[in-house]
């Protein structure tokens, strides 16, 4: 394998470390390599001291990344046990938490699409910028999956409701409102960010976003923070989709319709995994948690037939089971969130294990 066709990068540049994700053509999707070689720099870059700044950028013009590699998840949940993608998993959301507790500037250039596992990588950095170009999303409902990667933790501090009103529908959105819901911290014109790169290995962090940090696009989100607030409040998603097509809006209409076209049990989990997700506290509970979605999820159809749907023959008529948000009982939800024993992740440590709020 030639240093081009590595799946990530490395190398350093005065004071500056960098990883670039590359896999141009698949959006730079994280595969389980990937994340091993990222924590293993990280390992060797905390213990150098002519490293003083972590910096994570994607290859080609697309974007940062789109995700994890969802097609290998896809094919251990349909033809394997589940124990490939668990192992990823565990790894993956082992460097979240690192990611978050990185004791060295960790500058994420949030440029271009950023989505799923790409979020995972960058929202939980120190230094998290945007550029005109961002599209920030938790798509995973329209798989069949529930958000992951820290993803219910960050969504669950955003202001109001507007955590849930992404998380469930999966929608993007651009630099201001990353900036409003708490997944960025600076906006950078994307022309700008070979200029800011360079200068990184010569400044320090501040001196650097002095120069180069410029305001935000307006976002979208702030105005309609007073439906999305009142009718994701409700306590079941059926009673949200009520409140949205009785709120009388356009915009609200059409998220009512976005969420009937997900999956219904996908999207039940994912309310209760924000709303626990706010009591639990910490980022490393909620990811302990998390864990448990998701590898329950690898048992479920509709994780699967959504992956089929939207990424394999892209027929994007996902036949979800069950069918519609009724038919998803209280049980169906409740067993995504029981203990694995001694599979748990563990991040939280033993002692946190009965402090899960059921």
Request: glycine share 10%; net charge negative; hydrophobic share 40%.
């Amino acid at each position: 394998m030639t240093g081009t066709e590595e799946p990530v990068l490395f190398h350093t540049t005065g004071r500056a470390a960098h990883i670039t994700l590359n896999r141009p053509r698949a959006l730079n999707a994280l595969t389980h390599t990937m994340v091993r070689r990222i924590d293993a720099a990280l390992t060797a870059w905390e213990h150098d001291p002519a490293v003083e700044t972590v910096v994570i950028t994607g290859a080609g013009e697309r974007g940062l990344c789109a995700g994890g590699d969802i097609r290998a998840v896809h094919d251990d949940a349909r033809d394997g046990d589940g124990t490939a993608s668990a192992a990823f998993w565990r790894d993956e959301y082992h460097l979240n938490a690192r990611i978050a507790r990185y004791p060295k500037p960790y500058v994420a250039l949030m440029d271009g699409i950023v989505m799923g596992g790409g979020v995972g990588v960058s929202a939980h950095g120190s230094v998290r910028m945007v550029t005109e170009r961002s599209r920030v999303a938790v798509p995973e409902t329209g798989i069949g999956f529930v958000p992951d990667v820290g993803g219910t933790y960050l969504l669950a501090l955003a202001p109001g409701e507007l955590g849930t009103h992404l998380a469930l529908t999966g929608a993007q959105i651009g630099a201001g409102d990353a900036l409003l819901c708490g997944l960025a911290d600076h906006c950078v014109p994307s022309a700008a960010l070979r200029s800011l790169v360079d200068d990184l290995a010569e400044m320090p962090v501040p001196d650097v976003l002095a120069r180069h940090v410029q305001p935000s696009p307006q976002g979208e989100l702030a105005a309609r923070r007073e439906w999305i607030d009142a009718c994701y409040a409700a306590d079941s998603v059926e009673e949200i989709v009520h409140r949205l097509f009785a709120h009388g809006g356009p915009e609200a209409k059409e998220a009512a319709e976005t969420l009937l076209a997900k999956s219904p049990t996908a999207l039940k989990v994912t309310l209760a995994a924000v709303r626990r997700a706010r009591r639990l506290g910490s980022l490393e509970r909620v990811l302990d948690q998390e864990y448990r979605v998701s590898c329950a999820a690898l048992s479920t159809p509709d994780l699967v037939e959504g992956v089929r749907a939207q990424l394999i023959d892209k027929d994007r008529d996902p036949r979800w089971s069950p069918a519609t948000l009724v038919e998803v009982s209280d049980a169906d939800v409740a067993r995504f969130f029981v203990p694995l024993g001694d599979r748990e992740l563990g991040l939280a440590g033993p002692d946190c294990a009965q402090e899960i709020p059921w």
